[in-house]
């Protein structure tokens, strides 16, 4: 089956006026990135003056105030500057964004993942590398390591022997007390029960599929879609079925529709709240649309929600799991982007397949490790999570914006990235003529690591497209990356 | 196919003279057991006087100080006291033990597992359980908790931000090195980069037999056999077929040769050591032939070797990795029966199949949680686990045999335990008349809860065994033991 499949929605900054939020963003989040698309179709240059508090507000028909914000948030990015009784002015040109553009010809036919060679050296042996943009964690700098600590000091001193005791699936109640709270946020009160703590995100995620899907089936994902799912997927012996997914609003349900009527499918997996590569977050209606049909269809749904709580700006968006009404979503995430991997605290709310996870990761593994489950369970208890995240998010919003500046400071003429809304990770397309394998294999030698763009599919594509962790921020991050960008313009030259 | 096997090992007690030593114990520890065989025996009742150690050095042509270290033994245990100038004199009859018996009829007929509900119950929710003496770990008091707490505060403290990094598969470095030292006490010499740490013994467990096994194959376990091993093989829709183990030198041979010539088997699973539920140690000799014919058979072994450290007296026992020349032995291990099950530290070298290992252990939770690995490499590092073996080991064995007085004294008439050489399991056969799931579920209500003997094996049988933790010591499990019992007679009296 060959498929033609336009994009069909209308990026929000093309429209006139009245900025919708597409995403779970607040209002005056969409109303900056009207203001950015303007800079980005040139219509404001470098010091030019934007239109006018009041003026915007009457024009786009929001309050004064929501426009202000959208002009503090600029402001902050660094994209304007406030100069008194003059009004804002444009400091710089957006880096260039990949455009929504139409997702093309797509083979819908299942495949066969094969084995990458790349995906083993990014995710073994990574120890003596120098420069590791490849892991998809927060600069350590962000993260809470004195308080974390003395809560983990806490919890060996206070508990004592309970530390070396199991702690048996699905996990330390208080802290599935504490993920079921998390959940409200993202809209789906789960209770603790419906929570089995895992080792990670990955493991909710490889129990997913275990409960799920069986040898020879055949899953549907998005694409581009994070590179150790596909690896999981072949251990796992099941084919995928890619469905496009855009660089702001997804997967297209359109395609999927299509899919589900022609093939079997066992699973469907989709991060539909800033995705890993890309960072697109699927607008809320489509969300639910996609809970809608999946269950219609009798398809289990999973989702991977682990950078759900970092949105840049305004309010988390709501998880599909808020949409489901059936039990057919499971539901897997972690502290990975928050609090750190070392922890390995991951969760799942299997939904329906609620059975079979826990006897999986109870036979599996018995369960995670106690010590961390305790103190992070206080942690969480008393309040710090909020507040670590609150200034997390805005840590992010700027070092992502750095590092597309970086970027598009020192890679090779045509090279544009994605503008994630949240989370921290920078999908960058470079021109056609650079091959991003040849570049991963010419940093390798130098101990720099990233995942080039073909590990994000199974069908070949995304060869002039890398992935890059844009929480770094430093000397030799920047080092790094402007290193990257050089051997980049030797090969754009060369190719 | 139905199969005649006699057991042909002549068990050791049986023998004249000259006490072999069919396990890695050393000699003193066979002397012991050979008195202890008397006793059995009723050669010598309570308050007689046993042999002199002159004139056993001589029946026994072993050294003076050989016989001596036997009583010392031996008075540990509480079996014989020492009265000055007069000698040695029995304090207790010893408490009855499973014969070695012939194995009978087994059908040797691969099967399927079926689910079992008190494994699920036993495995799972278990929080509001008051007293477990399922879970198979040492009684906490038992463990350094102190010690190894300060590690933890210390890796917290000096390693900082790196304790919530990832930390990939194989995990981290010192680590592996540690435990390559453990190796060489078992005679196997693994380098550390033969090693792969894992979240316990189970998780090698089964990441040893997803490299080695594919749905329907069939696997070869001994049997009674660790329960979640069967549970594991049935998610992993793998048929078992069970070569029976005697309670005292483990898996039989001939057996398993017969198995081996008649059925396609893709692996072999053997708790050679200290094996749960039996306590059972295959001699050393017998371990280098099972390690040698299933290398010819191009049959992978896959080794639990979790309780090989905790032999009661002597050195401990070989691995049977340390048999292996050619790479065929995927030996999984941990310190959960050592240092506590809450940490989930536990490793696997995996021979020619460490490729698929370890991506396997990356795909489903990347690694281990950091902290654990820091803080426990150390205290290997620092020579406190060689110590702390060697207190647990000589608590243990007097738990052990004070467990085995208390089933004695509180059981049914006619009821049997095993002697095991190491761990701390105790296998218990009770009078056929007492079906142990009846009394499971007579003790449930009461918050009690231990295995049943059925759990042990998929083929049926075993219906009046249960295991016991017998590192448990002090008023709360001395009277849960004596409920159990009290029940126990209830039914042997109403069966």
Known sequence: VVFYAMETTIPFREAACAPEVTDGATLYAGVADWIISCLDRGIYKVGDRVPSIRSLSTTLQVSINTVREAYDLLERRRYVECRPQSGYFVLKAPPPSIPERNVGIQSLNPREVVFCRICGEISGRGGSVAANLAVAMPDTALLPVKRLGAMIADAMRVTGPRVLEYCMTPGYGPLREQLARLSVAAGARLSPDEIVVTNGCCEALYLALMATCRPGDAVAVESPLYFNLFQMLKELDVRVLEIPSSPRDGINLDVLRFAMANHRIAACVVIPTFSNPTGACLPEARKRELVGMTAEAGIPLIEDDVHGELCHSGSRPPSCKSFDQSDNVLYCSSLTKTLGGGLRLGWIAPGRYRQRVERMKSLMNVGNATLEQMAVSRYLAEGHYERHLRSLRVALA??????????????????????????????????????????????????????????????????????????????????VVRRIGELARTLSRSG
Chains 1, 2 share one sequence.
């Open 398 to 479: 700027e070092r992502v914006e750095a590092m597309r500046d970086l970027v598009a400071e020192s890679f090779p003429e045509g090279t544009r990235a994605a503008r994630p809304l949240g989370g921290f990770l920078l999908w960058v397309e470079m021109p056609e003529a650079v091959d991003a394998c040849a570049l991963y294999d010419l940093c390798i030698r130098e101990s720099i690591v990233f995942p080039p763009g073909v590990l994000f599919t199974a069908s070949g594509g995304f060869g002039n497209f890398l992935r890059l962790n844009g929480s770094l921020s430093g000397p030799e991050p920047e080092r």
